[in-house]
């Protein structure tokens, strides 16, 4: 069984940095694009920033400039670096990932989630 397992949330004051990481095991044969969404108590789900299997990165508007995405292929996990955190940013952060498994056909796979809450 393929999962997801993220990792790196918590408690951080605004100004702060945290780092996501999203761990994918089980039987792989691939990994395609990697995503990180996040969602905030009373909000939907929202993408925050994608990365494709060829390394081409895609931003939210609200964290462009402020978080990079980048995956290790080798370790078959995609990373999130959140600087410059404010309040706002609070949500729990999901890890997305198309996956091809024992089938050659890519399906997505969610993580659990962390949550990450930017407070003084």
């Known amino acids: 069984q393929v999962q997801l397992v993220e990792s790196g949330g918590g408690l951080v004051q605004p100004g702060g940095s945290l780092r996501l990481s999203c761990a994918v095991s089980?039987?792989?044969?691939?990994?395609?694009?990697m995503r990180w969404y996040r969602q905030a108590p009373g909000n939907e789900r929202e993408l925050v920033a994608g990365i494709t299997s060829g390394g081409s990165t895609n931003y939210a508007n609200s964290v462009k400039g402020r978080f990079t995405i980048s995956r290790d292929s080798a370790k078959n996990r995609v990373y999130l670096q959140m600087n410059s955190l404010v309040p706002e940013d609070t949500a729990v952060y999901y890890c997305?990932?198309?996956?091809?498994?024992?089938?050659?056909?890519?399906?997505?796979?969610w993580g659990q989630g962390t949550q990450v809450t930017v407070s003084s």
């Open positions: 997305n990932a198309d996956i091809r498994g024992r089938t050659l056909r890519y399906s997505a796979y």
């Open positions: 089980g039987s792989i044969i691939g990994v395609g694009d």
